[in-house]
């Protein structure tokens, strides 16, 4: 049972552009939301979250939305850059539980 | 530069074998966390400790799998037999819980994992 949903095995995506990555979630008790990043032979790195009392939270060039009504979350990456290839994970929490549930990732490739 | 150290980075070894994963947390950090990563199942959740004792294993098949934390810079993660479904990497996590505040979930850092391959 998948409870955080990342639909898009892979997303192309030409370097200057934006690039969107989705995530989809069936738990009413999920109330904060990740996306962590990660690169080949490494772990992944925190990049960006919101409160389920938020709409969206914006930290430079990555803006996070949360539609709570329809259970849906992106991430905005604008402009896209070269480095910004890499395995995005969407991951979920219920208040005060310190557990996190992943999504199955996301490929982001950037075309120069 | 504290980060999180993971030993063998890469294990190869054949189904049946005993596998041990090792973890040194942050110096400081009071939660560790084991997780796996496949290619169906994203990242899993097999378990976490805070203050050493175990909070939840419940992602962790119990016949095989063992985690443990020896002390605080040390945590285990015991595959015994091993099997090739077992195949993956597994990534050990620290992070801080202070006092009785929430967790803040963007201390949560990764080490670079332990690529399982069992044949």
């Known amino acids: 049972d998948q409870q955080v949903k990342q639909n898009s095995p892979s997303l192309s995506v030409q370097e200057g552009r934006i690039s969107i990555l989705n995530c989809d979630y069936t738990?009413?008790?999920?109330?904060?939301f990740l996306w962590y990043k990660k690169y080949p032979a490494e772990g992944p790195t925190f990049l960006i979250s919101?409160?389920?009392?938020?709409d969206k939270n914006e930290d430079g060039r990555f803006t996070v939305f949360l539609n709570k009504s329809a259970k849906h979350l992106s991430l905005h990456i604008v402009p896209s850059q070269p480095g910004d290839s890499a395995v995005y994970f969407c991951a979920a929490s219920a208040y005060g539980n310190e557990k996190l549930t992943f999504g199955t990732g996301t490929r982001l490739t950037i075309i120069p | 530069d504290a980060r999180v150290t993971q030993t063998p980075r890469h294990k190869v070894t054949e189904m049946g074998q005993e596998v041990t994963m090792r973890c040194q947390p942050i110096?400081?950090?009071?939660?560790v966390f084991w997780y796996r990563q496949t290619m169906m199942q994203g990242l899993e959740l097999l378990a976490y400790?805070?203050?050493?004792?175990?909070?939840?294993d419940s992602g962790m098949p119990k016949d095989r799998f063992s985690a443990e934390m020896p002390d605080a810079t040390l945590a285990t993660l015991k595959i015994q037999p091993s099997e090739p479904r077992d195949s993956a990497v597994y990534f050990c996590?620290?992070?801080?819980?202070?006092?009785?505040?929430?967790?803040?979930?963007?201390?949560?850092?990764f080490g670079p994992g332990t690529r399982l391959t069992v044949l």
């Open positions: 738990n009413s008790m999920f109330d904060y």
């Open positions: 919101i409160s389920s009392i938020k």
């Open positions: 996590a620290s992070g801080l819980v202070a006092g009785s505040t929430s967790f803040t979930y963007n201390e949560q850092f």
């Open positions: 400790f805070r203050n050493r004792a175990p909070l939840d």
């Open positions: 110096l400081g950090h009071n939660t």
